[in-house]
């Protein structure tokens, strides 16, 4: 565990072009970006005033794991370049060290793209209205955390901070992207979908859903963004306890999410702070899910 966390960052000689939930953004050029991964820690939205020490680095790994195993299904953002190169101060460099990578600056695409493999949150909240999910109609009686016939795409919008993301249809997507992108990003999302959960599989884990982000590059080229297939983009459950009909144990932040369930909280900021127990645990669950997928 790292000895101090790293809640939020300001390098001194770059400039901090953006502070999302979770990744601090620095400009490095008019064509790359220093991405730097703290351990805040966002649920239903909100990011929580006490982070999860180490946190970062382990996303970073595990991004990074995903990065290099997808480049045949689709290229991506990473250009390789050493941190170094753009920090000079040794002890900004010694907090950057794991959680931080350059990556080229791409135009990002306005929606996630969101991959469903079982029915779980809010596509079982949708099935249990509908009968579907984004507007597929699935079979009847399927039973929360069941496996789906088939991997689905389920697109959503991005929210501004504070704000819940909103599963759209297809038919939305090519409205924003036109239909031969939007077929695109579905095609490559289910691709990678398929790819990773089998390799987590054959490590004990179920990867019950992931959004991957996209963008693209000067010449058109759709390009895999952000982060990608980490605790904090998906749920991560154990194999070998997996019963259809219940919420399954997880190695991700839903761990943190049945926790805050509990609380008289109304999900809206400011987020209640978390007890040393919950802190410690996600942590331990965030560090097994990259030995097991890494090892």
Not at 166 to 182: D, F, H, Y
Request: a neutral charge; hydrophobic letters at 40%.
């Amino acid at each position: 565990m790292d000895a101090q966390a790293v809640y939020r960052t300001s390098l001194r000689t770059l400039e901090k072009i953006h502070e999302g939930k979770v990744r601090d953004l620095y400009a490095a050029g008019p064509d790359a970006m220093l991405i730097v991964t703290t351990d805040r820690l966002s649920a239903f939205d909100v990011v929580l005033p006490d982070p999860i020490p180490g946190k970062g680095r382990v996303l970073n790994q595990i991004s990074q794991f995903w990065f290099e195993r997808t480049r045949h299904l689709v290229p991506n953002h990473l250009t390789g370049r050493a941190i170094e190169s753009l920090v000079a101060d040794p002890a900004e460099r010694a907090m950057l060290e794991g959680r931080a990578v350059i990556v080229r600056r791409l135009e990002a695409l306005p929606i996630e793209a969101v991959v469903r493999g079982y029915l779980i949150g809010s596509g079982w909240k949708d099935y249990r209205e509908t009968g579907g999910v984004c507007g597929i109609t699935l079979p009847a009686g399927l039973v929360l955390a069941q496996r789906l016939p088939a991997p689905i795409f389920t697109p959503a919008t991005k929210a501004a901070a504070g704000q819940h993301d909103e599963n759209i249809p297809l038919a939305q997507v090519e409205q924003l992207l036109g239909t031969a992108l939007a077929a695109k990003v579905r095609d490559t999302a289910l691709a990678l979908y398929r790819f990773a959960a089998a390799h987590a599989l054959s490590r004990g884990i179920i990867i019950a859903d992931t959004k991957f982000e996209f963008g693209l590059d000067p010449d058109g080229t759709l390009t895999l963004i952000d982060e990608v297939l980490t605790p904090d983009s998906s749920r991560f459950w154990q194999a070998d306890t997996y019963q259809p009909g219940h919420s399954p144990p997880s190695f991700d932040k839903q761990f943190v999410r049945d926790y805050l369930e509990t609380l008289d909280w109304n999900k809206r900021a400011p987020g209640p702070h978390l007890p040393a127990e919950i802190i410690a645990r996600t942590g331990e669950k965030y560090r097994e899910a990259l030995a097991r997928l890494t090892r």
